[in-house]
């Protein structure tokens, strides 16, 4: 609203009263020493004029404000009209381009298949185009993987923002694991951790191979069982054992003094196949000889030597100690790393005829687990 | 008091329905609007003292300020303070 601002040199409200009396309306009166400023509505300005000069009040009339007052002043001006009107078309202008496309919330889907369909409805930089943003979200959502899409324009951008369809969820079909924990062993149990249905043992508890460990289920309240997955680590006490017999006579096969030799020469090995080795028990011995007087050439040397079993005694209390030694380190190569060796011990039983060496490790290990 | 404002009165209707006299806003003690006045008789930051047609209504407060007059209402800004009638 234009105003006019007027200074009057009697500064009682008397002034005041006679104007708006005479319907002008008076805004923000300010009392100074010697004199009285306010303002009035342009359009009063002639009828406040007039009735000051009526009643013989002296008045100033200071400043006029508002926007129809600054087009009169500046109506003239014709370079500043020129400047607003080029400012409001650029403007004009300016709100109808679109210059960028933003696209934001793409992490799985391809940003130009994306780029592609919105290119179909726009492509910047564009002016006095008209975008279907509804039409633009519906094509966006029909991309595979693109769950949901909002377009906006803010300014000379037009701005996509979209929602990826989550990923499918791993379905793990656990109906093939609804197995109880078996024992792999005959053991006595050491330790016990269940992770996932009901542990059927105690600590100290002896139990079969196969028997039940930990059971495939849980119970929700007295009467209702559930099924789960059956889960843990079961630890016991497992006697690893080998045993051997040993008589006091031994078979060994001594050499009777009788050889038999041939030669392998390389392109000639046709030659040796017929022949047979005229011993029913051997021993060979292999070497390579270099054959020939100008010609030298390298051939492999086979030596048979006839053999024939023979009964000895042995002393079966030395025999007996080497083979515990052996056993032992047999078993040993056998046992996992992650086995927790406990103890381990022999027995000799002495028959009528031969000995008995039995072997025993005690080792802690694993043996029920999912 | 005139007789209609009298009706509206004994009959409890809304006040908003008067008609004529003085009605007098107070907007959180910061703004007062004064309608049916009969002038503005004395002024000064700290005292407005408004002519009614039969009294006077004094307004104390500070900073006070005519955010604009006319024959039929003057509206007031300022931390009022004290609003009293003076009967000629």
């Known amino acids: 609203m234009s105003k006019v601002k007027f200074s009057i040199r009697n500064k009682s409200c008397f002034s005041i009263n006679i104007l708006i009396k005479k319907g002008v309306t008076v805004a923000k009166p300010r009392f100074y020493k010697d004199r009285l400023e306010f303002f009035v509505r342009l359009k009063e300005q002639y009828l406040c004029q007039k009735i000051l000069e009526e009643y013989n009040i002296e008045y100033k009339v200071l400043s006029k404000r508002g926007a129809f007052v600054f087009m009169q002043r500046n109506l003239n001006r014709a370079g500043l009209i020129v400047g607003f009107v080029a400012a409001v078309i650029m403007l004009f202008v300016y709100s109808n381009c679109i210059f960028n496309l933003n696209i934001e919330g793409l992490e799985e889907v391809d940003k130009e298949i994306v780029l592609e369909t919105a290119y179909e409805h726009i492509k910047p930089p564009s002016v006095f185009k008209k975008v279907d943003i509804k039409k633009l979200e ?65 600590k100290g508890q002896a139990v079969k191979k196969g028997q039940k460990l930990i059971g495939a289920y849980i119970y929700s309240d007295e009467n209702t069982t559930v099924y789960t997955k059956a889960g843990g680590q079961v630890y016991g006490k497992v006697w690893l054992t080998k045993s051997k017999t040993i008589y006091p006579q031994k078979l060994v096969y001594v050499r009777t003094g009788k050889i038999y030799s041939e030669y392998n020469i390389p392109f000639f090995n046709w030659i040796n196949k017929k022949k047979k080795v005229p011993f029913s028990h051997y021993e060979t011995k292999t070497e390579k000889v270099v054959l020939g007087g100008g010609m030298k050439f390298e051939a492999e040397k086979i030596t ?34 992650d086995m927790k060796r406990v103890r381990k011990w022999f027995d000799i039983k002495r028959l009528d005829k031969s000995v008995k060496i039995d072997i025993y490790y005690e080792v802690e290990m694993l043996i029920g687990e999912q | ?58 307004l104390e407060g500070e900073n006070l300020d005519i955010a604009h007059i006319n024959s039929d209402e003057i509206y007031i800004k300022g931390d009022i303070k004290l609003i009293t009638r003076e009967d000629k």
């Open chain 1, 138 to 202: 519906e094509d966006i959502i029909k991309i595979e993987g693109i769950a949901n899409a909002a377009v906006e324009k803010g300014g000379t951008t037009i701005n996509i923002t979209i929602l990826e369809e989550l990923p499918l969820p791993n379905i793990e079909d656990i109906k093939d694991e609804l197995k109880d924990i078996t024992s792999k062993y005959d053991s006595v149990i050491t330790r016990i951790t269940v992770t996932g249905g009901t542990p059927l043992v105690k």
């Open chain 1, 304 to 337: 048979y030597f006839e053999t024939v079993p023979k009964k000895i005694d042995i002393d079966v209390l030395k025999e007996a100690e080497v083979e515990i030694i052996e056993l032992f380190d047999r078993l040993e190569e056998e046992m996992d790393e």
């Open chain 2, 1 to 58: 008091m005139s007789i209609y404002n009298n009706l509206v009165f004994n009959t409890n209707m809304p006040l908003k329905d008067s008609i004529g006299g003085v009605r007098v806003m107070l907007v959180d003690f910061s703004g007062i609007l004064v309608e049916g006045h009969k002038g503005l008789f004395r002024y000064s930051p700290n005292a407005i003292i408004i002519q009614l047609k039969n009294a006077r209504l004094i």
